[in-house]
């Protein structure tokens, strides 16, 4: 926003950057199930419709080519991630296609973070947020 000299005042629409072919940033929801009943939490609600279930291997590998053009890429939705058996190979198998700058990363109530896990997390799939 800028005056002009009679006080008008000019008005200019910001910026917006030219979508790209692919999503900057991809939200994998692992599984759907959870260790906890929080209160809050859209999934206890009576109505919410959200079943019990994980995403299939082969789910995750038909979302392989959206990797090399990605920035983040987060391995959750409503449900808590280490319950999938496969989260730490989905994560490994991620970083391989990720671009070197990408993230990948959960979040987690952390109830199953055990040591061994998070060995496992930190030294073979090396993912770069928790
Ligand atoms: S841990 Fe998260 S997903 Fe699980 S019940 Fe609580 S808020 Fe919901």
Same mark, same amino acid.
């Given at each position: $926003?800028?005056?002009?000299?009679?006080?008008?005042? +000019?008005?200019?629409? !910001?910026?917006?950057?030219?979508?790209?072919?692919? !999503?900057?940033?991809?939200?994998?929801?692992? /599984?759907?199930?959870?260790? &906890?009943?929080?209160? $809050?939490?859209?999934?206890?609600?009576?109505?919410?419709?959200?079943?019990?279930?994980? +995403?299939?291997?082969? /789910?995750?590998?038909?979302?392989?080519?959206?990797?090399?053009?990605?920035? =983040?890429? $987060?391995?959750?939705?409503?449900?808590?991630?280490?319950?999938?058996?496969?989260?730490?190979?989905? +994560?490994?198998?991620?970083?391989?296609?990720?671009?070197?700058?990408?993230?990948?990363?959960?979040?987690?109530?952390?109830? &199953?973070?055990?040591?061994?896990?998070?060995?496992? $997390?930190?030294?073979?799939?090396? =993912? /770069?947020? +928790?």
């Amino acid at each position: $926003m800028e005056l002009s000299e009679n006080k008008e005042i +000019i008005v200019s629409e !910001p910026e917006t950057p030219a979508p790209g072919r692919f !999503p900057s940033k991809l939200f994998v929801e692992t /599984t759907t199930r959870c260790n &906890l009943r929080c209160r $809050m939490c859209v999934k206890q609600s009576r109505e919410n419709g959200i079943t019990d279930g994980d +995403i299939s291997g082969e /789910t995750f590998e038909a979302l392989k080519p959206e990797f090399p053009h990605l920035e =983040a890429l $987060m391995l959750n939705g409503i449900g808590e991630p280490l319950l999938h058996p496969e989260l730490e190979y989905f +994560i490994a198998a991620a970083k391989k296609d990720l671009p070197d700058t990408a993230w990948v990363g959960f979040q987690s109530n952390g109830r &199953l973070l055990d040591a061994a896990r998070s060995a496992c $997390m930190i030294i073979r799939s090396a =993912a /770069t947020a +928790i």
